[in-house]
T-cell receptor
Framework: DAGVTQSPTHLIKTRGQQVTLRCSPKSGHDTVSWYQQALGQGPQFIFQ???????QRGNFPDRFSGHQFPNYSSELNVNALLLGDSALYLC????????????FGQGTRLTVV | KNEVEQSPQNLTAQEGEFITINCSYSVGISALHWLQQHPGGGIVSLFMLSSGKKKHGRLIATINIQEKHSSLHITASHPRDSAVYICAVIDAGGTSYGKLTFGQGTILTVHP
């Protein structure tokens, strides 16, 4: 049973560019949450997708957007990249119910130069 | 003040020592995760608990809901336990939908 998979694992982008990160949830999970982890910090909630809609959102600008597909996989898009967007982006999946255990992907390390 | 506070931020131990990491939170929660993160980034959930105590191998997690406090203990620590340990809570609010709020992490280094 595959866990949560994220792609790519690393990428380097230039300021102003756009990036798309991908996440496939654990089998049986229908909810995907995205988190940003700056170096030396705890992860910060970006948004959560359920039933192909953004169900809730953290304190991130509209440059951060997402999508969830019918197979529950999800994308995180960031437009007009800033140097400060450099971080580890983590995807977590959970099943139905608000207290099911979260499973995390390995993360995507984004570097903006 | 952060909603989730961990202590200590950095912890160095000798192999074999008993280790305790503490987590305090200020909001009502429905559950709490203890997570482990190795260099390279991937996060693994060690425990999810909402009351009492859980044990897995050399790891023990406890939670006191009334005091809004949880601890992670590692018995007979080993260099392979070296990692960042993160406490994360699920807000009890009806609109949290299982969103996690994280502590800043505790960097544990165990020397041989």
């Amino acid at each position: 049973d595959a866990g949560v998979t994220q792609s790519p694992t690393h990428l380097i982008k230039t300021r102003g560019q756009q990036v798309t990160l991908r996440c496939s949830p654990k089998s049986g999970h229908d909810t995907v949450s995205w988190y940003q982890q700056a170096l030396g910090q705890g992860p910060q909630f970006i948004f959560q997708y359920y039933e192909e809609e953004e169900r809730q959102r953290g304190n991130f600008p509209d440059r951060f957007s997402g999508h969830q597909f019918p197979n529950y996989s999800s994308e995180l898009n960031v437009n007009a990249l800033l140097l400060g967007d450099s971080a580890l982006y983590l995807c977590a999946s959970t099943g139905t119910g608000f207290t099911t255990e979260a499973f995390f992907g390995q993360g995507t390390r984004l570097t903006v130069v | 003040k952060n909603e989730v506070e961990q202590s200590p931020q950095n912890l160095t131990a000798q192999e074999g020592e008993f280790i305790t990491i503490n987590c305090s939170y200020s909001v009502g929660i429905s559950a709490l995760h203890w997570l482990q993160q190795h260099p390279g980034g991937g996060i693994v959930s060690l425990f999810m608990l909402s009351s009492g105590k859980k044990k897995h191998g050399r790891l023990i997690a406890t939670i006191n809901i009334q005091e809004k406090h949880s601890s992670l203990h590692i018995t007979a620590s080993h260099p392979r336990d070296s990692a960042v340990y993160i406490c994360a809570v699920i807000d009890a609010g009806g609109t949290s939908y299982g969103k996690l709020t994280f502590g800043q992490g505790t960097i544990l280094t165990v020397h041989p």
